[in-house]
């Protein structure tokens, strides 16, 4: 199976500022990598696809990059509506796998 | 609209049963990859199976947890998708997603439902 190691699992920061998590593959998987959001007590939404592909409604402020094994989400000004936890998924190989999530709290 | 619905979620005992439900609306069910996504309480996302489309035949994978105990199947004239669960443990109790796939080569959830909470227990 192939393992997705994102980090930090937990990240405080203030309206405004710019935000990095990873996620780290454990074997190449080319750019088939998602990003999806999750508030408390709701379904997950996506945000990126193949890596760095911006799903049709989600704001600008996000996107992502990488390929092979190390995938970054960044969101250049961090909004109050972005206070979530965020999860990687690959879905290049069956069993599909996500990552830990990363909580992003505020500052 | 376009939306999923899940239901059939209950507290059940374990080495019980239990079918959940997936209602899909406002899209083309069989062109369409499906799976079932699950978060224990309090943790993170774990995919549970996949139904193909049906170009692909509607064929199925599943994680190793689950592989021999449940079976995803869709009803295609009901445009519902279903996730059979035998033999429950109680590392089994989460929240069920039904979920959307999009693409053409490799397919991500693009469309998820509300949920519907499993609990196995005695």
């Known amino acids: 199976d192939i393992q997705m190691t994102q980090s930090p699992s937990t990240l405080s920061a203030s309206v405004g500022d710019r935000v990095t998590i990873t996620c780290r593959a454990s074997q190449n998987i080319d750019n088939w990598v998602a990003w999806y959001q999750q508030k408390p007590g709701k379904a997950p939404k996506v945000l990126i696809y193949?890596?760095?592909s911006l799903e049709g409604g989600v704001p600008s402020r996000f996107g992502g990059s990488g390929s092979g094994t190390e995938f970054t989400l960044t969101i250049s000004s961090l909004q109050p509506d972005d206070f979530a936890t965020y999860y990687c998924q690959q879905y290049k190989s069956y069993p599909l796998t996500f990552g830990g999530g990363t909580k992003v709290e505020i500052k | 609209e376009v939306q999923l619905v899940e239901s059939g979620g209950d507290l059940v005992q374990p080495g019980g049963s239990l079918r959940l439900s997936c209602a899909a609306s406002g899209f083309t069910f069989s062109d369409h990859y499906m799976d079932w996504v699950r978060q224990a309480p309090g943790k993170g996302l774990e995919w549970v199976g996949r139904?193909?489309?049906?170009?692909?035949?509607?064929?199925?994978e599943y994680a190793a947890s689950v592989k021999g105990r449940f079976t995803v199947s869709r009803d295609a004239s009901k445009t519902s998708l279903y996730l059979q669960m035998n033999s429950l443990e109680t590392d089994d109790t989460a929240v069920y997603y039904c979920?959307?796939?999009?693409?053409?080569?490799?397919?991500?959830?693009?469309?998820w439902g509300r949920g519907t909470l499993v609990t196995v227990s005695s």
């Open positions: 139904s193909r489309n049906k170009g692909n035949s509607y064929t199925t």
């Open positions: 193949k890596a760095s």
């Open positions: 979920t959307r796939g999009h693409g053409d080569y490799n397919w991500y959830s693009d469309l």
